[in-house]
């Protein structure tokens, strides 16, 4: 089983940055990342994933915004959010898969205000 801890969420301003981190309890070699989130009132929707190989997908919400990384040595995952938009408020949440697995964190707010 993984365990998954995601950090870095807060508070930031529109136009501001905010990176999140997620980390493994073990290595994440092999497995997909991917970030997550949520709004009130709104379903998940894919902000970013990354595969083994390093090949990336973007929702469209975030292209050219957000940054999605991994370190598989470390089990960490990052994402990198620049250019804030109030529309980015949600609840993080960090997920791996592979083969049928997968497990997802615990979820970190993060809040755009104007």
């Known amino acids: 089983q993984v365990q998954l801890v995601e950090s870095g969420g807060g508070s930031v301003q529109v136009g501001g940055s905010l990176a999140l981190t997620c980390k493994a309890s073990?290595?994440?070699?092999?497995?997909?990342m991917g970030w997550y989130r949520q709004a009130p009132g709104k379903q998940r929707e894919l902000v970013a994933s990354?595969?083994?190989?390093?090949?990336?997908n973007y929702g469209d919400a975030v292209k050219g915004r957000f940054t999605i990384s991994r370190d598989d040595v470390k089990g960490t995952g990052y994402l990198q959010m620049n250019s804030r938009k109030a529309e980015d408020t949600a609840i993080y949440y960090c997920?791996?898969?592979?083969?049928?697995?997968?497990?997802w964190g615990q979820g970190t707010q993060v809040t755009v205000s104007l």
């Open positions: 997920n791996v898969h592979w083969r049928g697995e997968e497990y």
């Open positions: 073990g290595t994440i070699f092999g497995w997909t």
């Open positions: 990354i595969v083994p190989g390093g090949g990336t």
